[in-house]
C-alpha cells in the first residue's frame, strides 16, 4: 500500500508523540520510492550493488519535447509510430538540438545474410543477399520501411569476368522493395542489396 507524503512534519509545536506516526510514514515512504529503479540506502550485494546506484531507469513518455535547458543535456522518452506505437528514446542538448536515440525496432541479423537495424535519428538501415538473380524479378526487402526508402545501393556477385550493368528499376522503388534489371542474368550468381530509409 502506498502511504500518501505529508509535507511540513514535524508541524511547530507538536510533540514527539503527535507526529511519530507521520514523520515514520514519510520516512518509510522515502525509503521504499528511492528503492524503485534504485539499490535502496541499506545497499545490495557488497561492492556490486552500492546503495543509491540505478538498476533501471523508468521514463514515462512525454508528450512533446521538452524546453531547453542551456548548458545541460536531457534524456527522455516520447512516444512515437513507425512500425508500432511505442517509445523511443531521445537526447535533447544545452543548444536544443533533438536526437532521436531509438526506433521502435528489435534490430535483427539472419544466417541467410537478411537483416536490419537502426541508425540514430530514426533511420532504418536493411541488408540481404539474393542468390541468382534474375532481371526484372521484384525484390522485397526483410521488412518494409515505414514511411520511404531513400536510398539503395546493388552489388552483383558475378561467376565470370564478364561486364555486367545492375540496376533499379525506374519507378519500381518503394517501401517495401524494388525491381532490377540487368544487360545479363547469366552471369549472376548473387547480389548483396543495402537500403536505407525511415
Not at 545474410?113 to 526484372?136: A, E, H, R
Amino acid at each position: 500500500m502506498v502511504v500518501p507524503y505529508v509535507r511540513g512534519y514535524p508541524p511547530d509545536g507538536s510533540s514527539l508523540g503527535q507526529t511519530k506516526a507521520v514523520i515514520r510514514n514519510n520516512l518509510d515512504g522515502t525509503f521504499d520510492t528511492v528503492a524503485v529503479d534504485h539499490v535502496n540506502n541499506n545497499g545490495g550485494v557488497t561492492g556490486i550493488q552500492p546503495a543509491g546506484y540505478h538498476t533501471v531507469a523508468h521514463m514515462v513518455p512525454q508528450g512533446a519535447d521538452p524546453a531547453t535547458v542551456a548548458g545541460y543535456g536531457q534524456l527522455y522518452s516520447k512516444t512515437v509510430n513507425s512500425f508500432t506505437n511505442d517509445q523511443a528514446l531521445f537526447w535533447e542538448t544545452g543548444n536544443g538540438l533533438i536526437q532521436q536515440l531509438t526506433t521502435n525496432l528489435t534490430p535483427s541479423a539472419t544466417a541467410n545474410g537478411d537483416g536490419y537495424s537502426f541508425l540514430p535519428g530514426g533511420i532504418i538501415i536493411q541488408w540481404m543477399k539474393v542468390n541468382n538473380p534474375v532481371s526484372g524479378m521484384t525484390y522485397n526487402f526483410p521488412i518494409t520501411f515505414p514511411t520511404t526508402c531513400f536510398s539503395i545501393q546493388l552489388t552483383p556477385s558475378l561467376n565470370d569476368n564478364s561486364t555486367v550493368r545492375c540496376y533499379v528499376a525506374s519507378g519500381t522503388l518503394n517501401a517495401s522493395g524494388f525491381q532490377i534489371q540487368a544487360t545479363s542474368s547469366s552471369h549472376f550468381t548473387s547480389m548483396y542489396v543495402t537500403a536505407i530509409g525511415n
